[in-house]
């Protein structure tokens, strides 16, 4: 099965550009999906990738997807102390409806 | 109303009582997941339910038994549950296809003494 590693911490200051990285092995995901979870909440979809791109933006948030090293990047631009959360990549498989999910990076963010 | 909402939020039970969790999606889905978070281990897909047939059984202990009335309602009923199997039990759905993600509830927190 696929396997999905994500670094467990991330810590920056307010202002500044957050880089969370994941890792996956199947090749064959076709969607790639970034979750956030505020503490005593579910997961909230962040954004979400298509194989065939290599970047996506959306507002203050740039995907990246190098699908030869199968590496997923997720930016976070002008990081607030309301981005403080556990951040999740999730690959879907070919048919994209069932997920693996990373471990989860905690970010924190300092005034 | 939200779109998949849980209950209840919190949930506390004896090792021989018998409880259910409720999930229910206005999000018109057709594809419904049971997930157990727990503090140790990355998100454990549980169960997959597509039209209301299960699709998807990871292996879960039989004491976990879901049911799917309806594409809108979800229900995992306990029984003679153990201490490991307190965690965070969160429910999802979703158009059950390629690139519709799935959206998740805000889960119930379930702790067995």
């Known amino acids: 099965g696929e396997d999905v590693e994500q670094s467990l911490f991330l810590s920056v200051r307010e202002g500044d550009s957050s880089v969370i990285n994941c890792t996956y092995t199947?090749?064959?995901?076709?969607?790639l999906y970034w979750y956030k979870q505020e503490p005593g909440a579910g997961l909230q979809l962040l954004t979400y990738?298509?194989?065939?791109?290599d970047m996506k933006q959306d507002q203050r948030l740039t995907v990246l997807l190098n699908k030869k090293d199968k590496h997923l990047s997720l930016r976070i631009a002008d990081t607030q102390t309301g981005d403080s959360a556990i951040y999740f990549c999730?690959?879907?498989?070919?048919?994209?409806?069932?997920?693996?999910f990373g471990g989860g990076t905690r970010l924190m963010v300092k005034p | 109303e939200t779109g998949v909402t849980q209950t209840p939020r919190h949930l506390v039970m004896g090792m021989t009582n018998k409880k259910s969790l409720k999930c229910e999606q206005h999000?018109?889905?057709?594809?419904m997941y049971w997930y157990k978070q727990s503090a140790k281990k990355p998100l454990e897909l549980m169960f997959v339910?597509?039209?209301?047939?299960?699709?998807e059984n990871n292996s879960v202990p039989s004491r976990f038994s879901p049911e799917c009335p309806n594409s809108s309602h979800l229900f995992l009923h306990l029984h003679t549950l153990q201490p490991e199997d307190s965690a965070l039990y969160l429910c999802?759905?979703?158009?059950?296809?390629?690139?519709?993600?799935?959206?998740f509830g805000d889960g119930t927190r379930l702790s067995i003494l």
């Open positions: 999802a759905s979703s158009q059950g296809r390629g690139g519709q993600p799935q959206h």
């Open positions: 199947d090749s064959s995901s076709t969607y």
């Open positions: 990738i298509f194989s065939n791109m």
């Open positions: 999730a690959p879907g498989d070919n048919a994209g409806n069932m997920l693996t």
């Open positions: 999000l018109g889905h057709n594809a």
């Open positions: 339910y597509n039209f209301k047939e299960q699709t």
